[in-house]
């Protein structure tokens, strides 16, 4: 159901800076939105995102309801050794989903 | 730069003595605990704690037109290197007008090799939006735009 976007290039040269582009799908439901008969919907947002690096941490964000539905967030990393990025979403209701991608630093 | 900096000293002195010192833009953008909604900063308060915020550094791209609400770029940077000994933590953003005044909060550090940030953001009415960034060495610096929206976020009924 849940399905992640995730852009990293597969190829950079050390020390080089790279930038990661995350996507989830997710309505990212507001909490503030109302049915036509009235009745409040209730929130449902992915809160958390962090992205490890081997296994250490190099980004983190928390997520609040102004984020447009199916977040994206980019940012960058200095590509230091070849390996995995892994990268979660954690939300309401349970949501928890979890994508990776590999890196070849020469 | 240099020159806009100029120009704004050329101004603030010419109405200086007077009562409208306070509506200077420069000055108003530099501090938003002034921000005109109670609510902005008190989520600012909470976030980053009493501290004073500098402006500066601080670089928001945003359109400053947007047809749709629902889906609006962002991109937060940070004119600041990203070495081991001075580095930007983290970079939290805010808006005026929203049903709730927090956007989001990024954390980074020297690893990330450019302070720099994107997302897309929803925006319920047109308004201002902050952008703070807290340095490894404890300061902040902030920057605000102003967005017109037309057609604003979260306010249609769901069908």
Redesign the interface.
């Known amino acids: 159901m849940a399905s992640a976007l995730i852009n990293v290039p597969g190829k950079a040269k050390r020390g080089e ?1 790279i930038e990661i582009k995350t996507l989830m799908s997710h309505i990212m439901e ?1 909490g ?5 008969t009235g009745e409040p ?1 209730p929130r449902n947002i992915i809160t958390s995102f962090s992205c490890h ?1 081997n296994g ?1 941490e ?12 199916n ?8 590509a ?1 050794e070849s390996g995995t990025f892994d990268f979660h979403w954690i939300g309401d209701r349970g949501f928890s989903e979890s994508a990776s991608a590999s890196i070849t630093v020469e | 730069m240099s020159e806009s900096t100029d120009s704004t000293r050329r101004r603030f002195l010419a109405v200086a003595g007077s009562t409208a010192i306070i509506s200077v833009a420069p000055i108003f953008t530099a501090n938003p605990a002034n921000a005109t909604s109670e609510s902005l900063a008190a989520a600012i308060r909470e976030v980053v704690g009493g501290e004073v915020i500098h402006a500066g550094k601080v670089k928001l791209d945003v359109p400053p037109l947007v047809e749709n609400g629902n889906t609006v770029p962002i991109t937060i940077s940070v004119a600041n290197p990203m070495t081991d000994a001075d580095y930007v933590k983290s970079i939290h953003v805010f808006n005026e007008k929203n049903p709730q005044p927090n956007v989001g909060n990024f954390y980074l550090g020297a690893r990330a090799g450019r302070a720099q940030v994107s997302t897309r953001i929803r925006l319920a009415d047109t308004q201002k939006i902050v952008a703070i960034a807290r340095l490894s060495d404890g300061s902040l610096w902030s920057a605000s735009a102003d967005v017109v929206v037309t057609l604003a976020a979260c306010t249609e009924e769901a069908s």
């Open positions: 800076i507001t503030f939105r109302h049915t036509v919907i690096y250490v190099i980004f983190r964000a928390d997520l609040f309801p102004a984020i447009a539905a977040p994206f967030i980019s940012f960058s990393t200095v230091t």
